[in-house]
């Protein structure tokens, strides 16, 4: 079945310590994103990439990096430097980034760092 | 800027009503109009959608109306199930010389038996 993966479900860091959240999708979509979400709030978009070795920045991007050197794979590091890193964290693609096109979603990263 | 606004929830149904979950935007461009649904503890899955004036959206009984003159998408199911219990998001998308989705704060349903 095609879809998107996220792991791991739930992970856990101490503050001051960089972490990697990993989105592999097999939907052969060109575009991949990173949202936040927070407990009703609806989603931010962090990064977004719509081809490989390329990626802008969303509406909150600081504090976060990303790297798209595959297709297929769009991993998220939350850095330090991120004052509130405690949130779920969603991965979706689409084939176009053209405003018709819908998105579909991983099942999400809760990130819990204390 | 452009903006999406829905109803606050929770919206607490017994089963077999009708739901109505209001959705209206604001946005520069023509956008397309999107309903997600998020069960507990997953990802969104696209509900439905409508790319221009007048169109509707249907799926798994529910429908949405995409009426440019009211800038409205609300969200409507005629009989609801216990199953139906979830988050909807109702989200717009707009070419703006890049790419833009927007997404409204979600509106938690709960439908009880």
């Known amino acids: 079945d095609g879809g998107i993966t996220q792991s791991p479900k739930y992970l856990f860091r101490k503050e001051g310590q960089n972490v990697t959240l990993s989105c592999e999708q097999n939907?052969?979509?060109?575009?991949m994103y990173w949202y936040r979400q927070d407990p009703g709030q609806g989603l931010r978009l962090i990064y977004y990439?719509?081809?490989?070795?390329?990626?802008q920045k969303g509406d909150i991007a600081e504090g976060y990096s990303v790297s798209r050197e595959k297709k297929e794979s769009f991993p998220l590091t939350v850095t330090s430097a991120q004052k509130n890193p405690t949130a779920f964290y969603l991965c979706?693609?689409?084939?176009?980034?053209?405003?018709?096109?819908?998105?579909?979603f991983g099942p999400g990263t809760r990130l819990t760092v204390t | 800027g452009d903006s999406v606004t829905q109803m606050e929830g929770p919206v607490t149904l017994s089963e077999e009503a009708f739901l109505t979950i209001n959705c209206t935007y604001t946005a520069t461009g023509y956008p397309s109009l999107f309903w997600y649904v998020q069960y507990p503890g997953e990802g969104l899955q696209l509900l439905l959608k409508?790319?221009?004036?007048?169109d509707k959206g249907s799926n798994k009984g529910f429908e949405a109306t995409y009426r440019k003159e009211t800038t409205s998408f609300h969200l409507e199911k005629g009989s609801v199930q216990v199953s139906d219990s979830a988050v909807y998001f109702c989200a717009l998308s707009v070419d703006t010389g890049g790419f833009k989705t927007i997404f409204g704060a979600g509106t938690r349903l709960f439908v009880k038996a």
């Open positions: 939907l052969n979509h060109d575009a």
């Open positions: 979706a693609s689409s084939t176009s980034t053209a405003s018709s096109y819908e998105q579909y």
């Open positions: 990439s719509q081809i490989v070795n390329d990626f």
């Open positions: 409508a790319t221009k004036a007048d």
